[in-house]
């Protein structure tokens, strides 16, 4: 039987597929917030407010105690446009779907899916909660580690995932294997890399993680008592701090998010923003708060107060992510259909939207032909993630 002419929206919703198995970082975070942009351009504009949950102080003793409400909320911006240009014959358009998938939109789509993928695993350098493990081979007791840190954040339980990088899953895999789940649930199993379900994570190997090179601070103590905020006067130390650093401070520790209760445990902090040698400020998230409903530590800094930054001094580490859904989200938005071409599909396959639009070449017999997505994404809620910095 002849081939027939493929339609834009055959191929649109085959290259579709294909990114979508590709992207399995992005396709375990949030993703509910792809509605609030247009069918056919960003109604609401290329931004999103998403609101964060309010947070309360609890009274004692019978006297009334209003307090206000302060709603907080972050922006989610649809802003990265990426994509593929092809360039095919008429000849090539009367192959089969299954060798066009194979010979032009799996190799096309792979490496699309690998750029968009790489960008939003910078996400990373957001997280301030880590397992350090520097230097020595990933283990489940580090993984269930991270598993406590989230708990102790009070991260819903289900949804969660652990993301590895390919040497972690290598140190991992052969402690783990007796421990994932077989039979019906590795039937349901359709994006590359998905391995199981073990210790409350759906496990995933991801090639694409970045490596976190640590910058040379060392040596800085607090400038002054009392600083709060998200930045920090320091003096006395040496080397260049890197965003993505993360640090703790002496005797500043973690509160319970809901009792305000000292867990003993020193609160960490991620460098923000580079900063030369002997700088006299870090930049830093979470921002220190002492007290109300936004209570994260026991108390400010003291003068002088160390501050001690992870891992060995100008050293790189390789990076995995433990999480639940909702500390991240990326979205996609609808880009405009255009006119006076050769055709144009757009279709959208579990919120991710794509467009192709082809053109006719005349004097090359050619269809040029473009792909492309429009995207963003942002840390929503950094304290339901924890990195693993291993080896």
């Not at 708990?151 to 652990?162: I, V």
């Not at 994006?191 to 090179?213: C, I, K, Q, V």
């Not at 990076?319 to 996609?332: E, N, P």
Request: hydrophobic share 40%; glycine share 8%.
């Amino acid at each position: 039987m002849a081939n027939s002419l493929l339609t834009p929206t055959q191929v649109t919703r085959e290259a579709l597929r294909i990114l979508h198995q590709k992207l399995n970082f992005i396709g375990s975070i949030n993703r509910q917030y792809d509605d609030s942009f247009a069918q056919s351009g960003a109604k609401i504009g290329d931004s999103l407010k998403i609101r964060l949950p309010n947070q309360y102080t609890v009274r004692s003793g019978a006297t009334l105690s209003p307090q206000d409400t302060a709603e907080t909320s972050v922006t989610l911006q649809v802003a990265t446009q990426k994509g593929v240009d092809l360039n095919f014959s008429s000849v090539e358009l009367t192959l089969s779907l299954d060798d066009f998938s194979r010979r032009i939109l799996e190799p096309a789509m792979s490496v699309l899916a690998a750029n968009i993928e790489f960008d939003a695993m910078s996400m990373y350098r957001d997280v301030y909660q880590q397992v350090d493990n520097h230097g020595a081979a990933a283990s489940f007791a580090k993984i269930l580690q991270g598993r406590k840190i989230l708990g102790d954040a009070l991260a819903p339980p289900a949804d969660r995932a652990c993301n590895l990088n390919t040497q972690d899953n290598v140190d991992l895999v052969d402690a783990l294997k007796g421990l994932f789940q077989d039979g019906p649930a590795l039937a349901k199993q359709y994006r590359e890399g998905y391995m199981g379900r073990s210790a409350g994570f759906d496990f995933m190997e991801n090639t694409l993680w970045p490596g976190h090179a640590r910058g040379a601070g060392a040596g800085y103590l607090v400038n002054g008592a009392g600083q709060t905020g998200s930045a920090l006067v320091v003096d006395t130390g040496s080397g260049a701090i890197s965003a993505g650093d993360v640090f703790t401070i002496a005797g500043v520790f973690r509160v319970h998010p809901e009792t305000k209760a000292s867990t003993g445990v020193l609160q960490q902090f991620v460098v923000t923003a580079p900063a030369a040698s002997g700088t006299a400020g870090i930049a830093f998230s979470p921002a220190i708060v002492t007290t109300g409903a936004g209570q994260n530590v026991n108390a400010a800094p003291a003068d002088n107060a160390a501050i001690t930054f992870a891992g060995p001094a100008g050293t790189a580490h390789g990076i995995s992510m433990a999480y639940h859904q909702d500390a991240f989200a990326f979205a996609t938005a609808d880009l405009v259909m255009p006119k006076g071409v050769d055709f144009a599909a757009r279709e959208v396959f579990d919120g991710i939207s794509l467009r192709i639009v082809r053109q006719y070449d005349i004097n090359a017999d050619k269809f040029p032909c473009r792909l492309d997505v429009l995207y963003g994404y942002r840390t929503v809620r950094p304290q339901l993630a924890c990195r693993l910095a291993n080896r």
